[in-house]
């Protein structure tokens, strides 16, 4: 099995941490791993198992407006549908809301790679504002799963 796992960045929180042990596991089992996070490989808290490729996109940061945010996010579907093309996933998987709907706009019209969501809430009881809200529809709309 050939897995990424995208996760905003692997600092100490929970979806990080299941992020890390469900790598490490399926790793020891002899699965080819790679996590891919939008911030740097100096925030990571949590230890790896030596197996598990890390790719660190430099992507993360705040948005100065509307415009700089739509332009930052289409750098980082560009840049992680580039990963997504390079390393050629039997699956890839989504972390968390905003990893999601980057994956599922990257994933977009790749036919050999299976994009999966993992949710860690109930969107309809955390709302991200109008603008992710669209997003949200239209990245889970080309995940196979969530």
């Known amino acids: 099995m050939k897995l990424l796992i995208f996760i905003h960045s692997l600092s100490s929180g929970g979806a990080e941490r299941v992020t890390v042990n469900l790598a490490n596991h ?8 790679t996590i891919v996070t939008l911030a740097p490989q100096s925030d990571d808290f949590y230890k790896l198992h030596p197996a598990v490729k890390r790719i660190a996109l430099e992507l993360s940061g705040d948005s100065a407006n509307l415009l700089v945010g739509l332009l930052q996010n289409l750098r980082r579907v560009l840049a992680l549908r580039r990963v997504l093309r390079e390393i050629q996933p039997t699956i890839a998987l989504g972390m968390t809301t905003a990893a999601n709907v980057l994956l599922g706009l990257a994933a977009w019209g790749l036919s050999k790679v299976r994009a999966i969501g993992s949710e860690r809430i109930h969107p309809p009881q955390c ?3 109008p603008l992710w809200e669209g997003l949200r529809r239209l990245g ?4 196979v799963a969530v």
Do not use: M, T
């Open 140 to 143: 889970y709309g080309r995940l």
């Open 26 to 33: 399926w790793a020891g089992k002899g699965w080819e791993i």
């Open 127 to 129: 709302p991200v504002g």
